[in-house]
Nanobody
Framework: VQLQASGGGLVQAGGSLRLSCVASGRSFSTDNMGWFRQAPGKEREFVSAINRGLNTYYADSVKGRFTISRDIVKNMVYLQMNSLRPEDTAVYYC??????????????????WGQGTQVTVSS
């Protein structure tokens, strides 16, 4: 089972990026999917999550700027990031939670993780 995130890069403040995460080896169509990020010297923090009913949950720091979505048929999840700020700079990880029915912001709730993609926002 593998999750692979992509789409990161270097962008100026105010710009946009779209992250993608493709899952292979297992269908996650009925599972919760999430995005986390980790900046240097900081703990991994929750960004957003989505369930099979397409209900979404966002960290306050990204609400109104980021949008999570998923394509259940393609086994993919996306994170559209707009109005990026330097403080959004981090490695972004996608993750899958196969155990819980409610969306969680705790990394401990997630069972599978992608390798991460670097997002750098310059001021």
């Amino acid at each position: 089972v593998q999750l692979q995130a992509s789409g990161g890069g270097l962008v100026q403040a105010g710009g946009s990026l779209r992250l993608s995460c493709v899952a292979s080896g297992r269908s996650f169509s009925t599972d919760n999917m999430g995005w986390f990020r980790q900046a240097p010297g900081k703990e991994r923090e929750f960004v957003s999550a989505i369930n099979r009913g397409l209900n979404t949950y966002y960290a306050d720091s990204v609400k109104g700027r980021f949008t999570i979505s998923r394509d259940i048929v393609k086994n993919m999840v996306y994170l559209q990031m707009n109005s990026l700020r330097p403080e959004d700079t981090a490695v972004y990880y996608c993750a899958a939670d196969i155990r819980h029915s409610t969306l969680s912001e705790s990394p401990l709730s997630y069972d599978y993780w992608g390798q991460g993609t670097q997002v750098t926002v310059s001021s």
